[in-house]
T-cell receptor
Framework: GDSVTQMEGPVTLSEEAFLTINCTYTATGYPSLFWYVQYPGEGLQLLLKATKADDKGSNKGFEATYRKETTSFHLEKGSVQVSDSAVYFCALSDIAGGKLIFGQGTELSVKP | GAGVSQTPSNKVTEKGKYVELRCDPISGHTALYWYRQSLGQGPEFLIYFQGTGAADDSGLPNDRFFAVRPEGSVSTLKIQRTERGDSAVYLC???????????????FGPGTRLTVL
């Protein structure tokens, strides 16, 4: 079945460092891809999405590009802030239905 | 406007008891989803409704789990004969409508933390 694998955390960075969180997927067909974020004490929020190959999703300085050839959707940000500290989830939505399939999450901690 | 709300926020029960978890979606959202999130894991899909009917219940782990949405708005997840392994955060999400390809954003509630002693 469809699945998502993302790099294990926790990831600890200094403020203004470059961030990459790897995400790869297995799916039949061409799913839509998402990054969700969960800030401390808050619910899951959509960060960005891409619906077809080579699409780039972006929001709040974060970017991810849908790479069909490598089945990847890596999250990047050029300069992280302390306020980016959160758990990040990569997810896909299969073609047949609307349910989301999530990776296990990557905890990011940004130190001043 | 109001987001997705879930009640209770916390529920502690004893093994073998029955529990009900409630989800109030965003007004006008016809699609409603339930997920379960264990500690250190990503959410796992349980069931989704399009209107009043369960369109996909393939994620329900066994017949102790059941969900309803009788009027196409509020949904209740029901767990019979709870087990310690049912302890998790139960998340509800809603979206405008289900669409093939799943491009409609799902808005998540804060979750209900269920603890089975």
């Amino acid at each position: 079945g469809d699945s998502v694998t993302q790099m294990e955390g926790p990831v600890t960075l200094s403020e203004e460092a470059f961030l990459t969180i790897n995400c790869t997927y297995t799916a039949t067909g061409y799913p839509s891809l998402f990054w969700y974020v969960q800030y401390p004490g808050e619910g899951l929020q959509l960060l960005l999405k891409a619906t077809k190959a080579d699409d780039k999703g972006s929001n709040k300085g974060f970017e991810a590009t849908y790479r069909k050839e490598t089945t990847s959707f890596h999250l990047e940000k050029g300069s992280v802030q302390v306020s980016d500290s959160a758990v990040y989830f990569c997810a896909l939505s299969d073609i047949a239905g609307g349910k989301l399939i999530f990776g296990q999450g990557t905890e990011l901690s940004v130190k001043p | 406007g109001a987001g997705v709300s879930q009640t209770p926020s916390n529920k502690v029960t004893e093994k073998g008891k029955y529990v009900e978890l409630r989800c109030d979606p965003i007004s006008g959202h016809t699609a409603l989803y339930w997920y379960r999130q264990s500690l250190g894991q990503g959410p796992e899909f349980l069931i989704y409704f399009q209107g009043t009917g369960a369109a996909d219940d393939s994620g329900l782990p066994n017949d102790r789990f059941f969900a309803v949405r009788p009027e196409g708005s509020v949904s209740t997840l029901k767990i019979q004969r709870t087990e310690r392994g049912d302890s998790a955060v139960y998340l509800c999400a809603s979206s405008l409508r289900h669409s093939t390809g799943g491009v409609n954003e799902q808005f998540f509630g804060p979750g209900t933390r269920l603890t089975v002693l």
